[in-house]
């Protein structure tokens, strides 16, 4: 339905609807108009908006999060110093990660 209208209430005395859901101003709320009578309502922009957001996600190489991964001896040191005995604890969780 791109850029259909009709009449009755709304701007100009019309009423817009959705060129992707078909929704009228009035079940859609405010719209945002385009060039030649085509309009988005919100719930299209969000869902849109996720669309894009999902792609790029895609697209784009991953990044490590975390960045650089210390060694397990550095692991080892860091557990040491907030963690009393526990030593085998501290050994595998140093080696796991």
Same mark, same amino acid.
């Given at each position: 339905?791109?850029?259909?209208?009709?009449s009755g209430p709304g701007r100009?005395?019309?009423?817009?609807?959705?060129?992707?859901?078909?929704?009228?101003?009035?079940?859609?709320?405010?719209?945002?108009?385009?060039?030649?009578?085509?309009?988005i309502c919100a719930s299209c922009?969000? /869902?849109?908006?996720? %669309? #894009?957001? $999902? &792609?790029?996600?895609?697209?784009?190489?991953?990044?490590?999060?975390?960045?650089?991964?210390?060694?397990?001896?550095?692991?080892?040191?860091? /557990?040491?110093?907030? %963690? #009393?005995? $526990? &030593?085998?604890?501290k050994k595998v969780l140093s080696?796991?990660?």
């Amino acid at each position: 339905m791109a850029g259909s209208k009709s009449s009755g209430p709304g701007r100009e005395g019309k009423t817009s609807f959705c060129s992707f859901c078909g929704k009228s101003q009035r079940d859609a709320g405010p719209m945002v108009e385009g060039p030649r009578d085509v309009y988005i309502c919100a719930s299209c922009v969000e /869902l849109c908006h996720n %669309i #894009i957001r $999902q &792609e790029k996600r895609k697209v784009s190489p991953r990044r490590d999060k975390l960045g650089t991964i210390p060694k397990p001896t550095q692991i080892y040191d860091f /557990l040491n110093q907030y %963690i #009393i005995s $526990q &030593e085998h604890a501290k050994k595998v969780l140093s080696v796991s990660v």
